[in-house]
């Protein structure tokens, strides 16, 4: 990834007088991301845990752990939240989304946290079928084609999704301590694809209510407004990006691609759901194959 | 708001058209808002600097509709448009 990252030693995190220009909190209100500027730059803090300082034009980030964190916790925050932002002041298109490879074809999966992202990519990884990422979908276009690049080869999941899948074969990841989601390295147990994979599928997960697995067919201007939430945007502020980055959706959405897919949460239905998608992705892309 | 009115896209609002619809974003909300294919023809055409009025004139050639159905329904749209901070008028 074409991000220089160094971590800095650990610093109190020090009171910043300007109000931040965005920020994320979590569905409870908790504070999870702060959006400074500073000098032609920026400034990304997590409350408690650590600074983030990334260059104007997205290139270079230094982390700056709050004392008494852990390295892994701050690399942890770096891979998952920092570098998709400064990759999308690159100019780069990111999307909240996980990625599995279905015989050569890139299938992703995105939705908001909590959706099972994650878990729907390590239960094909566990059985063989590889992840390309487990968030952080980063897309290129090459020769006409939109590419789905692969991340870091690991998996977080959380601890209920952990006992489901988890067996001993898998390396686990040192602990980070700001969540109960741990991070499993690929390896035997978890099968991880390297190579960039074309986009052939695009579901969105619905909220769970789905008794079975359920596929519908998004229209372009739903699937647009869909990709235009599931972005990693660093700054909303900058006009020109932002009007890049909608253009570059719009393209994307053009893709006849999307579908919305539901299914029951409930880990003993992963089997099925594994097969409904597999069935649907290449049904779907022999269709459309020319 | 009459028929005689054109109007202008405010500088914190883009549109884009996907197949037939329109996808406009409102950068100072944050929100999203999708239009039909009707309401996507009559947004380019608002687009272009039309008045209301020829807009109906254009899209009576385009679609069986009575003149007074499609008048109420331009200047519908185009109130609720205004509602939401979308169009003003020029």
């Given at each position: 990834m074409s991000v220089h990252y160094t971590e800095q030693t650990a610093r109190p995190l020090a009171p910043v007088h300007e109000a931040p220009f965005h920020q994320w909190a979590f569905p409870d209100g908790t504070l999870w991301t702060q959006f400074f500027r500073q000098g032609a730059g920026y400034l990304l803090r997590f409350p408690d845990l650590a600074d983030f300082e990334v260059s104007a034009?997205?290139?270079?980030?230094?982390?700056?752990?709050?004392?008494?964190?852990?390295?892994?916790?701050?690399?942890?925050?770096?891979?998952?939240?920092?570098?998709?932002?400064?990759?999308?002041?690159?100019?780069?298109?990111?999307?909240?989304?996980?990625?599995?490879?279905?015989?050569?074809?890139?299938?992703?999966?995105?939705?908001?946290?909590?959706?099972?992202?994650?878990?729907?990519?390590?239960?094909?990884?566990?059985?063989?079928?590889?992840?390309?990422?487990?968030?952080?979908?980063?897309?290129?276009?090459?020769?006409?084609?939109?590419?789905?690049?692969?991340?870091?080869?690991?998996?977080?999941?959380?601890?209920?999704?952990?006992?489901?899948?988890?067996?001993?074969?898998?390396?686990?990841?040192?602990?980070?301590?700001?969540?109960?989601?741990?991070?499993?390295?690929?390896?035997?147990?978890?099968?991880?694809?390297?190579?960039?994979?074309?986009?052939?599928?695009?579901?969105?997960?619905?909220?769970?209510?789905?008794?079975?697995?359920?596929?519908?067919?998004?229209?372009?201007?739903?699937?647009?407004?869909?990709?235009?939430?599931?972005?990693?945007?660093?700054?909303?502020?900058?006009?020109?990006?932002?009007?890049?980055?909608?253009?570059?959706?719009?393209?994307?959405?053009?893709?006849?691609?999307?579908?919305?897919?539901?299914?029951?949460?409930?880990?003993?239905?992963?089997?099925?759901?594994r097969e409904a998608i597999i069935q649907h992705a290449l049904e779907q892309s022999e269709s459309t194959a020319t | 708001m009459n028929l005689s009115d054109k109007v202008s896209i405010p500088t914190q609002v883009m549109a884009r058209t996907v197949g037939d619809e329109t996808v406009i974003l409102d950068l100072a909300s944050g929100t999203y808002y999708g239009l039909d294919p009707v309401g996507a023809r009559m947004w380019q055409l608002m687009v272009e600097g039309q008045t209301l009025a020829a807009i109906c004139d254009t899209l009576l050639d385009e679609y069986e509709v009575t003149r007074e159905a499609l008048e109420g329904d331009i200047l519908r749209l185009t109130e609720e448009l205004r509602a939401k901070g979308l169009v003003s008028l020029a």
């Open positions: 034009d997205g290139a270079s980030v230094q982390g700056f752990p709050a004392p008494g964190l852990t390295s892994p916790t701050v690399e942890h925050l770096y891979l998952n939240q920092v570098l998709p932002l400064a990759l999308s002041r690159q100019g780069k298109l990111v999307l909240h989304g996980s990625a599995v490879d279905i015989g050569g074809q890139g299938v992703a999966f995105l939705g908001e946290s909590g959706r099972g992202k994650s878990t729907l990519a390590a239960s094909f990884a566990t059985e063989g079928t590889r992840f390309l990422t487990d968030d952080g979908l980063l897309l290129e276009w090459v020769d006409g084609r939109c590419m789905i690049i692969p991340s870091h080869p690991s998996i977080r999941l959380w601890e209920d999704s952990q006992a489901a899948l988890v067996n001993e074969s898998m390396t686990m990841a040192p602990a980070v301590s700001f969540t109960s989601k741990a991070r499993f390295l690929a390896g035997p147990g978890i099968a991880f694809c390297d190579e960039a994979r074309p986009l052939r599928r695009v579901y969105f997960l619905g909220e769970g209510d789905a008794l079975a697995p359920a596929i519908e067919p998004l229209r372009p201007a739903e699937a647009l407004i869909e990709l235009v939430k599931h972005s990693f945007l660093l700054d909303i502020e900058a006009r020109d990006m932002l009007m890049r980055h909608f253009d570059d959706l719009t393209r994307l959405a053009e893709l006849p691609i999307y579908f919305r897919l539901d299914y029951p949460r409930d880990y003993e239905a992963l089997p099925a759901v | -």
